[in-house]
T-cell receptor
Framework: EDQVTQSPEALRLQEGESSSLNCSYTVSGLRGLFWYRQDPGKGPEFLFTLYSAGEEKEKERLKATLTKKESFLHITAPKPEDSATYLCAVQPREGGSEKLVFGKGMKLTVNP | ETGVTQSPTHLIKTRGQQVTLRCSSQSGHNTVSWYQQALGQGPQFIFQYYREEENGRGNFPPRFSGLQFPNYSSELNVNALELDDSALYLC?????????????FGPGTRLTVT
């Protein structure tokens, strides 16, 4: 069964304190791994897609990396506006649909 | 470029009733996926529509059904509502056949079943 586990479930950082979020996954065949940001009561906002082990993507203070079993979202010198829930999802290669299988998310709070 | 839109924003229904949620896909996208997100959980895949046909379904009962229209917009219908159906319903659009697999989400419809 395809599964995504995110850790930690919640994280509190001081502004400027860098950290990493972990997403471990099991999937029959990986088409892609996706990171989203979700603000309270809103829909997820697309951040990154990673397709193969060793791939890295960056956007402002965020950097996503991928290995064969997990992905990391590194947050460098975070600001309060980075506070949100970060969702990791995998898209299995098998099957006819392009469904996403999500983890539970990681709630990040950045204090000023 | 117009993003994904959903209506209504909020909805309150009584157990046993039926509900229809609507989604307009992002310009240029031909595939629509629906997800259910319970409080504190990640989104769960309900089903996907491509070329007006269901193209994959998650572990949801048949009382969850959908449609896709020629303009790629979509509807999610839920019959015989149960209390556990209370959730944020998310629609996402994507472009099948273009070599990219990103799904872009709408703002969601918050459904409360009492």
């Amino acid at each position: 069964e395809d599964q995504v586990t995110q850790s930690p479930e919640a994280l509190r950082l001081q502004e400027g304190e860098s950290s990493s979020l972990n997403c471990s996954y099991t999937v029959s065949g990986l088409r892609g791994l996706f990171w989203y940001r979700q603000d309270p009561g809103k829909g997820p906002e697309f951040l990154f897609t990673l397709y193969s082990a060793g791939e890295e993507k960056e956007k402002e203070r965020l950097k996503a990396t991928l290995t064969k079993k997990e992905s990391f979202l590194h947050i460098t010198a975070p600001k309060p506006e980075d506070s949100a829930t970060y969702l990791c999802a995998v898209q299995p290669r098998e099957g006819g649909s392009e469904k996403l299988v999500f983890g539970k998310g990681m709630k990040l709070t950045v204090n000023p | 470029e117009t993003g994904v839109t959903q209506s209504p924003t909020h909805l309150i229904k009584t157990r046993g009733q039926q509900v229809t949620l609507r989604c307009s896909s992002q310009s240029g996208h031909n595939t629509v996926s629906w997800y259910q997100q319970a409080l504190g959980q990640g989104p769960q895949f309900i089903f996907q529509y491509y070329r007006e046909e269901e193209n994959g379904r998650g572990n949801f009962p048949p009382r969850f059904s959908g449609l896709q229209f020629p303009n790629y917009s979509s509807e999610l219908n839920v019959n015989a509502l149960e209390l556990d159906d209370s959730a944020l319903y998310l629609c996402a659009s994507s472009s099948t056949g273009q070599g990219t697999y990103e799904q872009y989400f709408g703002p969601g419809t918050r459904l409360t079943v009492t």
